[in-house]
C-alpha cells in the first residue's frame, strides 16, 4: 500500500515441518586403537608404540563400542509462523528510511507416537535411594507424552522479534551514504528432525572393553555375555540407558539460532563510467550450534580433578554393582574418573543440537565498477575481513569461553576481479559491420569474460591425542610461542611446510595451549 511518502508492505508465511524417518536396522561401532597395546606408559600418547590392528586381533577394544538395535525410527512434526510489518518512507527528496520488524515462531516438534525424551540435569535420580554414596543424585531421561509431560520436546521460544531499520541519504548528485542495522532469526533446532535422541526406543548395547581405558575387561570373542533385552521404550523413565551414554537435547538449551547484523556504505559516481563503493560491513551470531552428536559433553570431569593425575585410571569399589546391571556398571569395580563423573550412572551426555556459541564478523569492503562502454565492462572488490567464534569448538566444556579464536572459516583477504569484453566483429560492431550471413554466425558476436580471484586461506587446526582423562571432546596441542612459519622456498617445504617443532603433545591428564584454530598457519 502506498499512501503519501509511505509504501507500506506486510506477509505471513505459514508452514507445517514433518519429517519421517525409518531405519530399521541393526549396526555397530567397534573401535579398536594403538592404545590398548602400547607401553610403557598407557596414559601417554605416543607415536611410535601401539598398533591397532594388534588390539584388533587381541580383540581389545576402545571404549564406548555399542551395537544399536532398532536405531531410528521417527516421525516428527512441527509449526512455523512468520509474520512482518515494512515501511519505506521517503522523508523527503534526498532521505528515504526503510522502517520494519518481523516475528517468528515456531512450535517445538512433536512425534507421532511420543518416541522422544529430552535429558532433565535436575531430576532425582530413583538410585539415589539405593546408593549410599550418592544421596543427591540427579540426571535422567523425561519422556514427552507420559505421566503427565506434555508432547512438546522443548519449551517453546516465544521472543524471536526482529527488527531492522535502514536509510538512503543523497549528500550531492553523485554521493550516496547508506546505513541498515537488523535483527535475523535463522531456523530452529526445535523444528520437525530426524535426529531427535530416541533412546529407549533405540538401544545402544554398549560393549564393556575396557572400565578404566588401559586393561581390557570384555574381549570381542565375547562382548555380550548376557545377550540382549528388547528396547523398553518409555518404561525405564530416568533409568532409562544407566551404564551407558545418552543423546538427548536439554527442555531450554536451543533457543532460535540468530544475528545481528549492520553496515555504513558510501557510494561515489566518478568520471569514466566508474562507481566506487566503499563500505563497514558487521555481524555477530548469537545461540549459535555448540554441537551436533557430539562435541559438547554434560559428563566431562570438573578440570579440578586433573590434579589426580594418573588415580583417574586406578579402579575403585562400584557402588551400582547389583544395582545397575548395564553398561559399564556391571564391573564389581569402576574407574575412580567415573565415579567422580557429574552423572556417574552415565557415560557421555550429549546434548543434542545445543546452542549457545558466539560469532564476530568484522569487514571493510571496497568495489570499483565500470559499466559497460566501448564494448568493455569491468567490476573489482577487495575486502579486508576478521571473523571470530566462540563455543562451535571446545577443549573443556566448563570454560567455553576459553574456545574463543579465529574462526575456521576466516579469510582476512580476498580480491575479486572481473572483465567482459566484446570482440569489435560482426553486425553492429567496429569491424565486420558489412560480413555476410554464414560469417557473421561464426565469427560474430562474440564476448570474452574472465574472473581472477585471489585470497587468504583459512586457518589450521593443530590437534593433539585425546590424553586428558577428563572425557572431553578434544585435546589441542601445546605451542612454544615461536612463528612455525618456514621462509625457504615452497618447493624445500613439500615434506614440512612449517616448523612442527613448535607443537607438542601435552602432557598426560592436562590440556593443551593452543587456540580451536591457528591463524598463522593457512591453507593458502
Known sequence: KTSSKHTLKTGIDARMIRVNVWEARAAGTFNFSAGMTQGPNPSTASSTAGNALASLLLGTGTANNAL??????????????????QDDWRVNGRLTLNLGVRYDFETPRTERFDRMNYFDPDARSPLADRVSQYPDLRGGLVFVGVDGNGRHQFETDTNNIAP?????????????????????????????????????????NLWVATIDGITPFRLLRDPYPAGFVPSPGATEGLLTAVGGAIQAPLRDGSPTPWTRQWNVTLQRELPWRVAAEVAYVGSAGHDLQTNS????????????????????????????????????????????????????????????????????????????????S??????????????????????????????????????????????????????????GTNASNWLNAVAGGWQVNGIVTIQSGTPLTISASNTAGLFNPVTRANWNGEDPRLDTPREDRLQRWFNTSVFSQPAAFSFGNAGATFPLLRTD
Open 374 to 431: 566501448g564494448g568493455l565492462l569491468l567490476a573489482g572488490s577487495y575486502v579486508r575481513s576478521k571473523a571470530e567464534e566462540e563455543g562451535e569448538t571446545h577443549q573443556n566444556s566448563y570454560d567455553i569461553r576459553a574456545s574463543r579464536s579465529v574462526a575456521s572459516y576466516d579469510i582476512p583477504h580476498r580480491f575479486v576481479m572481473s572483465a567482459l569484453y566484446e570482440i569489435p566483429f560482426g553486425r553492429g560492431r567496429r569491424f
Open 293 to 372: 552428536e557430539s562435541g559438547l559433553n554434560l559428563n566431562q570431569l570438573d578440570p579440578k580433578h586433573l590434579a589426580l593425575g594418573p588415580a583417574l585410571n586406578q579402579t575403585v569399589p562400584n557402588p551400582f554393582f547389583g544395582i545397575v546391571n548395564s553398561g559399564i556398571l556391571v564391573s564389581p569395580n569402576i574407574s575412580r574418573a567415573q565415579s567422580l563423573r557429574p552423572y556417574p550412572q552415565f557415560l557421555d551426555i550429549i546434548p543434542l543440537q545445543n546452542t549457545g556459541a558466539t560469532s564476530i564478523y568484522h569487514a571493510l569492503q571496497v568495489s570499483v565498477n565500470r559499466r559497460m
Open 68 to 85: 544399536i538395535q532398532n536405531w531410528k525410527n521417527v516421525a516428527s512434526q512441527n509449526w512455523y509462523f512468520g509474520g512482518y510489518v
Open 164 to 204: 531492522r531499520v535502514g536509510g538512503a541519504f543523497e549528500i550531492n548528485g553523485k554521493t550516496v551514504m547508506r546505513a541498515g542495522y537488523a535483527h535475523l532469526y535463522g531456523p530452529s533446532y526445535q523444528q520437525a528432525n530426524g535426529t531427535v535422541g530416541p533412546f529407549g526406543f533405540r538401544t545402544e
